[in-house]
């Protein structure tokens, strides 16, 4: 797998591991509030929502750590696997997203640029 897949899907890796550490630990900061939401209002009663979201972005993105160290560490076939797959899961995560919610494009577009840059080195 070349060097530009592996950049960008370690890229997005980074930002969903901070994306979700942001939402499930420090979202009852306004600050954080404003750069998830665009609202600096709270809704308690989506916490349990928005803790299954925090984790499954922390998740993610190890996932594709996990999987560039796999392709550094002798399993290349589960390596090239795991990036592929969770940069397409990715990609189309944020196109449902971007659709559903279209003024959260940032999200949507932070969400899945760096795996459709992945995507698309990876056919090079």
Known sequence: MNVVTQVFALLAAVIHIVVGTLERFFYDRPAIRVFLTTSAADAPEVTLWRSGVAVY????????AAGTVA??????AAGRALVL??????????????????R??????GQGLAPAVALVAALF
């Open 71 to 76: 392709l550094h560490t002798g399993d290349e």
């Open 85 to 102: 797959y969770l940069c397409g899961f990715l990609v189309v995560s944020a196109a449902v997203f971007a659709l559903s919610f279209p």
């Open 57 to 64: 972005n922390i998740l993610i993105g190890l996932g594709l």
């Open 104 to 109: 959260l494009w940032r999200g949507a577009l």
